[in-house]
């Protein structure tokens, strides 16, 4: 089969790797539109601390989490690069009044699956001992299944893995008027307004603070899942992002804005002593998403397949969603029923 594909984030590499793996011949076109989301992201795999009550969304990110492990160590060894996947578990902190309701609905996702792994309180002592420079104003406990990747060196050891594996990558702009009888499969993030297909894509604005901490230089610390959308998440040695903010809008600018940033800034403050932090840049990126927040995998028609909306999770879900479509366009057993993320009707 031959098979263009329109967007070369997370979403349009994963599915090219996957085809090129089962014997299709592929093209990846990519513009690196400022914005890009997978650029921006800050790495988190840990789906299982959620509130949302979607059944479809869940099933497609724990899946999806599950993949991750396995997925990283073959694409590691294919391309020769790290992706700076850690599986170093996810401290989550509350309010006193909820720490142990929400202990308990995230020890119950844990029952049937082990994934998760472990899940308990930690005393203060156990926190700090996790992250010395971390607050310890708020009870919290560890899920010790929770991991981080690094969004842009997962994009480039995919793409070295596709180009090794025959895969052809152009660096420009697939333009619509280009008349060829391939497979389009689209996966233009936020820029899928362009397309005017079904579901519409609209996205979201969302900033993160890129800071060091001055008195932490380690290998490797666990995601922080804050109070409220609040994350931080270590990079590398002193080097750490804490987000994000999330302002719907039309707009594509990338320009960082004042607001975001003294708002990430009083969020940093609550959880590090300032003169523990040095603030070094910020980074904007155009999260995509569908009226129903739940990502649109399926055709629209014959030769033409969409996907996009991964939302806030979709450096998560990627990867397995591009085994899913790569076994689905080759008439091949899906785990997932991607019917139902092929929908025209609203989604609970
Ligand atoms: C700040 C931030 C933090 C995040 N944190 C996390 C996280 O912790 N965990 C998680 O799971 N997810 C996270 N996400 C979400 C995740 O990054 C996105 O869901 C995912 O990267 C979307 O990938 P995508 O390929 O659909 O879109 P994108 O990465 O935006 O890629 C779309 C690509 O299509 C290209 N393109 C568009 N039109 C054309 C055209 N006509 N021709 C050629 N190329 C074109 C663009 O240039 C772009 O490169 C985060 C996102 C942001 C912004």
Redo the contacts with the bound molecule.
């Keep these: 089969m031959n098979i263009t594909i ?9 599915i090219g790797y996957h085809l090129v793996k089962m014997g299709n011949s592929v093209t990846i ?5 400022k ?11 840990c ?1 299982w601390i959620s509130q949302r009550r979607n059944k479809k969304w869940y099933r497609l ?1 724990t899946k999806s989490a599950h993949y991750y492990p396995d997925f990283i160590s073959t694409l590691e060894k294919e391309s020769g690069m790290s992706t700076g996947y850690k599986n170093s578990g996810a401290i989550c902190l509350f309010k006193e009044n909820i720490f142990d309701k929400a202990t308990k609905r995230i020890s119950d996702k844990a029952v049937d699956n082990p994934d998760v792994g472990q899940v308990r309180q930690l005393t203060k002592e156990e926190l700090s001992a996790l992250h010395p420079a971390l607050t310890t104003e708020y009870p919290a406990l560890i899920v010790e299944g929770g991991g ?2 690094r ?1 842009q060196k997962l ?1 480039a050891a995919i793409k070295e893995a596709f180009i090794g594996l025959g895969g052809r990558w ?1 660096e ?5 008027s280009i008349d060829d009888d391939t497979f389009k499969i ?7 307004k ?2 005017k297909y079904k579901p519409e894509i609209a996205h ?1 604005r ?3 603070m890129h800071f060091k901490l001055l008195t932490q230089k380690v290998q490797q610390s666990p ?1 922080v899942m804050a109070l409220g959308p609040t ?1 931080i ?1 270590h990079l590398e040695n002193d080097k750490y992002v804490i ?2 903010t999330h302002i719907d809008t039309d707009s594509f600018d990338t320009e960082p804005s004042e607001e975001s940033y003294n708002y990430l800034r009083d969020e940093l403050y609550k959880y590090f002593k300032p003169e523990d932090v040095e603030i070094t840049e910020m ?6 998403y569908t009226r129903d927040f739940l990502p649109f995998i399926g055709y629209v028609d014959n030769n033409t397949f969409v ?12 990867p397995f969603v591009g085994k899913e479509v790569a076994l689905l366009l080759n008439g091949m057993p899906t785990e997932l029923d991607l019917n139902d993320y092929s929908y025209t009707e609203p989604q609970n």
């Design positions: 329109i967007g070369g984030g997370l979403a349009g590499a994963s076109y990519d513009r690196k539109d914005g890009q989301a997978t650029f921006a992201s800050a790495g988190i795999v789906p990110v981080q990747v969004g994009l152009e420009k702009s697939y333009e619509n689209y996966t233009t993030g936020a820029w899928g362009e397309q979201q969302a900033e993160i995601v994350y998440v987000g994000t980074g904007v990126g155009l999260k995509p996907v996009n909306g991964m939302g806030s999770t979709g450096l998560t879900a990627s």
